[in-house]
């Protein structure tokens, strides 16, 4: 059964701080895996989406990598701010039908 | 593109009622629509997805006479709480997804928060 980690479960930077997320999934056999963002009472927001045969994938500040083998997606914020202050959630997928496997989040605060 | 909306936003109910929860795909065909359910603090955990005019295929532990879906037409979902107890008190977020590319990339809408007293 896939589990889906997400390490750490909160995190408060100052504004400026690069943030790094981590996500581990114990099943290598995904068919992607995606980034979300969620704001408090709000829905979900996709940042990114990484392919299975992909390393890694782009957006402005933002840059996910993805190491299948090892189990392991990291997410970068680039020079972070107060408006990146949300819970950020990884996905992976094990097939093209789309049934998301997500981690518990990760909490970020930027301290102006 | 690719907006899906749920109605109502919130919603406050007594204890054994029953609460309708819309989800619409407003700019696309959604082939399937997803359900899930998030406690405070917590990720979020899929109950059941539905296809068009099929019958919702629930996920392990769900009880499908509890939480009634129906999937009418390609741009509704609805999600139905019978007899609602304090401990179904959570967020419902459905997403949907049109079914045409290769992936199917799910679109989120933007929850739904059920309070039963």
């Known amino acids: 059964k896939q589990e889906v980690t997400q390490i750490p479960a909160a995190l408060s930077v100052p504004e400026g701080e690069n943030l790094v997320l981590n996500c581990s999934f114990t099943?290598?056999?995904?068919?992607?895996l995606q980034w979300f963002r969620q704001d408090p009472g709000k829905g979900l927001t996709s940042l990114l989406l990484?392919?299975?045969?992909?390393r890694e994938q782009t957006s402005g500040r933002l840059n996910a990598s993805l190491d299948k083998s090892s189990g392991r997606s990291t997410l970068y914020i680039a020079a972070s701010q107060p408006g990146d202050s949300a819970t950020y959630l990884c996905?992976?997928?094990?097939?093209?039908?789309?049934?998301?496997?997500f981690g518990a989040g990760t909490q970020v605060v930027v301290t102006p | 593109g690719a907006v899906v909306s749920q109605h109502p936003s919130w919603v406050i109910c007594k204890s054994g009622t029953s609460v309708k929860i819309e989800c619409r795909s407003l700019?696309?065909?959604?082939?399937?629509m997803f359900w899930y359910r998030q406690f405070p603090k917590q990720s979020l955990m899929l109950m059941a997805t539905?296809?068009?005019?099929?019958?919702?295929?629930?996920e392990q532990g769900v009880e499908k006479d509890k939480f009634l879906i129906n999937h009418a037409s390609l741009t509704l979902s609805t999600l139905t709480v019978t007899s609602a107890h304090p401990e179904d008190s959570s967020f419902y977020i459905c997403?949907?997804?049109?079914?045409?590319?290769?992936?199917?990339?799910?679109?989120f809408g933007p929850g739904t928060r059920l309070t039963v007293l």
């Open positions: 996905a992976v997928t094990e097939n093209s039908w789309g049934k998301l496997q």
């Open positions: 099943d290598s056999a995904i068919y992607n």
């Open positions: 539905s296809n068009e005019g099929s019958k919702a295929t629930y």
């Open positions: 997403s949907a997804s049109s079914g045409t590319a290769d992936y199917n990339e799910q679109f």
């Open positions: 700019d696309f065909q959604a082939t399937t």
């Open positions: 990484i392919q299975s045969s992909q």
